[in-house]
């Protein structure tokens, strides 16, 4: 199962809820795609190795552009290109070659300071945990920036090619279910479709506290006890999702969906809630802190018009890049085909009363301000 995650400079995703959305999604699946400018120093420090030269001189400018002991730009730019023409001469005598050997010294401890910079950095950003999973591509980056040019067009692609990907689940923030949580009413009959305002139908998966405080090798022992736990409930869900591609949601068949979707999560609810009580971690977190950070997770469905409307709502995608992606799509299906997708509420202290406020577009943005770093 792969999971993608777009978060832009310009969602109503914060960081801090991205950095949970990242660290629980990469316990639950087997590739996480996040596409985020946030992980650019996490790119760059996991490239490093086999990053040209340039790049990486161009990365120690930026790093330590405001640190007074740190080379000068200019001075670094004339000293490279010094280097690289000595690189290039045909017959170095003795001088020349001890001179080149020292210049290769420089470039090298330039390099190690870009690395300890990026590990600084991960540090600072509580990331440290997760480099070892892009390492292994468990995790996969792309570090799109849309005021970038080209960048625009190139998450539409990518939000267009997952929806032919029968890997991919879609992964989103809280703010949808802001705009769009539907009750289920006094029965599961009682479920209404709406084309128009953006119809779901969800389930509850678990509730575990936030893991930000985990090393990588924590992470990784949870992400296999899961595995192989929960392995029949994964195969379920992508099993679930073929079917979907191909059922069209409407009045008619709302109520048959969600009972598909009863039918594959109600018998594996007291198995995930028993692998999260046993799992030595979580409890250790509930036990060291009065009031934890705690994260919801959701399976739900929707039809592909909804969940593009998802990304242009939190902000990820412009309106017009939703109704160009709509007309892509609509090309080779009914955009009333079901999407299955995941999605996380971050609850913590004092949260209940402002996601009570959200009765409207200022409630979210109110909601997104509130949200902790």
Same mark, same amino acid.
């Given at each position: 199962m792969k999971l993608l995650f777009i978060k832009t400079d310009d969602s109503t995703i914060t960081y801090g809820f991205e950095l949970m959305a990242i660290k629980t999604g990469l316990m639950f699946c087997d590739q996480l795609t996040v596409v985020s400018s946030n992980l650019r120093h996490m790119q760059a420090l996991v490239q490093i190795d086999t990053m040209p030269? *340039?790049? =990486? =001189? @161009?990365?120690? *400018? @930026?790093?330590?552009?405001?640190?007074? @002991?740190?080379?000068?730009?200019?001075? =670094?730019?004339?000293?490279? *290109?010094?280097?690289?023409?000595? +690189? +290039?001469?045909?017959?170095?005598n003795k001088h020349w070659i001890i001179q080149l050997e020292r210049q290769e010294r420089v470039i090298q401890n330039i390099k190690k300071d870009v690395v300890m910079g990026l590990v600084t950095i991960m540090m600072q950003s509580q990331l440290e945990s997760v480099v070892d999973f892009a390492r292994d591509k468990s995790l996969v980056i792309n570090d799109l920036k849309l005021s970038s040019i080209g960048a625009e067009e190139e998450l539409t692609r990518i939000i267009i090619d997952s929806f032919s990907d029968d890997d991919v689940l879609h992964y989103f923030d809280v703010s949808l279910a802001v705009q769009y949580k539907k009750g289920k009413g006094e029965g599961v009959e009682s479920i209404v479709f709406d084309e128009n305002d953006g119809s779901i139908i969800e389930e509850d998966l678990f509730v575990i506290p936030s893991v930000h405080t985990l090393t990588h090798s924590q992470l990784k022992i949870i992400k296999n006890e899961f595995d192989e736990r929960l392995a029949p409930f994964y195969e379920g869900i992508m099993v679930l999702k073929k079917e979907m591609s191909s059922t069209i949601m409407s009045q008619e068949t709302i109520v048959s969906i969600y009972r598909q979707l009863d039918e594959l999560c109600a018998p594996m609810a007291e198995s995930i809630e028993k692998t999260i009580a046993d799992n030595s971690y979580f409890q250790q977190i509930l036990n060291s802190s009065k009031d934890p950070t705690m994260l919801e997770m959701y399976l739900g469905i929707s039809t592909i018009r909804t969940a593009i409307g998802f990304y242009e709502k939190c902000k990820i995608i412009s309106e017009e890049s939703k109704t160009y992606i709509l007309n892509v799509l609509s090309k080779s299906r009914d955009l009333n085909t079901c999407c299955l997708f995941l999605y996380y509420n971050i609850k913590m202290e004092g949260w209940d009363e402002i996601m009570d406020d959200l009765s409207d577009e200022d409630g979210m943005d109110q909601a997104t301000n509130s949200q902790s770093e």
């Open positions: 030269e *340039k790049l =990486i =001189i @161009e990365w120690y *400018k @930026e790093l330590f552009s405001a640190t007074p @002991e740190a080379l000068k730009a200019d001075w =670094i730019d004339a000293f490279y *290109k010094s280097v690289m023409l000595a +690189r +290039r001469t045909i017959g170095k």
